[in-house]
């Protein structure tokens, strides 16, 4: 089992920034990739961006805004958002991908709120 806490979500303005944090715990090493989702109400939930332990990272949206990384030491992720929008609001779900046929873990989320 794969534990994921997420941190970092708050009030920002637009223009403003918000560093999320996914701290991993259990069988990390399971974890082949580890992402960021975004959800707003009434949607499904759309990658953001993931990146695996080489910190090879994938945006499939082109947010230049954004950066991904990775703490291999500390099991996080971060994903650091920068000039935020209203349209960047929701819930920012931690997700981990393990290798072979295990199901994803999902963090609990972690709401992101920005002010126009």
């Known amino acids: 089992q794969v534990q994921l806490v997420e941190s970092g979500g708050g009030l920002a303005q637009t223009g403003g920034s918000l560093k999320l944090s996914c701290v991993a715990s259990g069988s990390v090493d399971r974890i082949n990739r580890m992402g960021w989702y975004r959800q707003t109400l009434g949607e499904q939930r759309e990658l953001v961006a993931n990146?695996?332990?080489?910190?090879?990272a994938f945006y499939p949206g082109a947010k230049g805004r954004f950066t991904i990384s990775v703490d291999n030491a500390k099991n996080t992720i971060y994903l650091q958002m920068n000039s935020l929008t209203p349209e960047d609001a929701g819930i920012y779900y931690c997700?981990?991908?393990?290798?072979?046929?295990?199901?994803?873990?999902w963090g609990k989320g972690t709401l992101v709120t920005v002010s126009s």
């Open positions: 997700h981990a991908d393990p290798y072979g046929l295990e199901p994803a873990y």
């Open positions: 990146i695996d332990k080489l910190g090879s």
